[in-house]
């Protein structure tokens, strides 16, 4: 396993950790001032200030993506599919745009959720089968971009409103299903903060192998988690044996960015430099 305790080289900041800071302009050139060399924007942020204006403050900064959120959110009724299609055409042609070397994707749960307007629906596994076809479609086109698609399983409680797709094991059979010869066109992002709970995760995780590893993020699960959707914890401050992960990952040869990704009422509400420092500081000694 590598050992990150002398630098930070392989730090990327998922720009959420510090989305209300200030703009993506504002947090490239604070990353640039820590001495952060990757990001991973989102979509919204890069929307905010303009696809080109942040293909330059990128290139200038001399930084490198470890991935683009997001695609996705594929659930959707009828007379929405064609947006869900055209809206993640987009995602793809942003992520190349910016020089990403994958495409996250968050496939949705439950149609009014997942694409508000859509009737409304209980069926989840009506929702996953659309999951399945709409990656199987969306892959043509990506393919075509060379951008690879990381599919990213979320906690299960965020099954009925973000994402039906809970578990390493079901995104990687969705890969195996549509990628069988493991191309490298379609893989898995892999988030400490919701499969560390799975019993199932170390042989799966050796299931996907490098080729289906695109991206490792970071954070930490707090007890009691008072907000589960921005009650993350900073590493360290929470129950995640977050190196048993990475070193798990890291048997299987991959040797991309350890991408820190905080979503916390808390750390929002910090200057960003102290959030920076924190970050560094905590990817030298916890993760």
């Not at 629906?121 to 399945?132: T, W």
């Not at 919701?194 to 490098?210: N, S, V």
């Amino acid at each position: 396993m590598r050992d990150f305790s002398a630098d930070h080289r392989w730090l990327s900041l998922n720009t959420a950790t510090v989305r209300k800071q200030g703009d993506l302009a504002h947090i490239i050139e604070a990353c640039a001032r820590h001495g952060i060399r990757a990001i991973d924007p989102w979509r919204d942020q890069v929307g905010a200030i303009g696809l080109d204006r942040a293909v330059r403050a990128v290139r200038d900064a001399g930084l490198e993506l470890s991935g683009y959120c997001r695609g996705g959110m594929f659930v959707a009724d009828a007379a929405h599919r064609i947006e869900v299609r055209d809206d993640n055409r987009r995602a793809v042609d942003e992520a190349k745009a910016l020089g990403a070397p994958c495409l996250v994707l968050v496939v949705g749960g439950l149609p009014q959720y997942s694409r508000p307007g859509s009737a409304a629906s209980k069926d989840i596994a009506g929702a996953r089968a659309q999951v399945h076809d709409a990656i199987a479609e969306m892959l043509e086109y990506a393919r075509q971009a060379k951008m690879p698609l990381a599919i990213e399983p979320l906690h299960p409680a965020y099954a009925a409103d973000r994402a039906c797709v809970n578990t390493t094991k079901q995104a990687l059979d969705i890969c195996d299903a549509l990628d069988p010869k493991r191309g490298g066109a379609l893989g898995v992002a892999l988030d400490v903060y919701h499969i560390w709970w799975d019993p199932e995760l170390l042989p799966q995780i050796a299931r996907a192998g490098k080729d289906r590893l695109l991206a490792f993020h970071v954070c930490d699960w707090l007890v009691p988690t008072k907000d589960i959707l921005n009650g993350r914890g900073m590493m360290g401050d929470g129950v995640i044996d977050i190196r048993s992960v990475r070193r798990a990952v890291e048997a299987q040869a991959f040797d991309g960015y350890c991408e820190i990704e905080i979503f916390s009422n808390t750390w929002w509400e910090k200057p960003i430099d102290e959030v920076l420092q924190t970050c560094i500081a905590r990817h030298r000694s916890v993760v």
